[in-house]
């Protein structure tokens, strides 16, 4: 019996609070299929591809579809575009801190 394991680029959980009372998280998970001969197409397709994020009280997964060229660009373009909003957001929270430091306006 050959039993695989699965690799994975990415398998991560990170807590967003410095606060052990406030579970907010983010879990990052991309399968590693570079072992995944070209010619077993199906079993490339259905690698594992998910970002969640949650608050104190909410969660959210975003599964992203590798099952098709297209699909796997639309995944890409979905990532791109949530990377950046967030990129956004964070330099405008920058921006937003700069201004409220002492000698900000």
Known sequence: MN???TKYHLRKRMFLNRFADMPAFVI????DTRDVPDENE????WGEMELTLA???RRVA???DLSTSAKRANSLYQIRRIAAVI??????WKL???RKAPGGR
């Open 3 to 5: 039993k695989q394991k």
């Open 42 to 45: 199906n079993a490339c397709k």
């Open 96 to 98: 937003k801190q700069r």
């Open 55 to 57: 608050d104190c009280h």
């Open 28 to 31: 990052g998970i991309v399968e």
């Open 87 to 92: 990129n956004e957001f964070q330099g405008l």
């Open 62 to 64: 975003f599964s992203f």
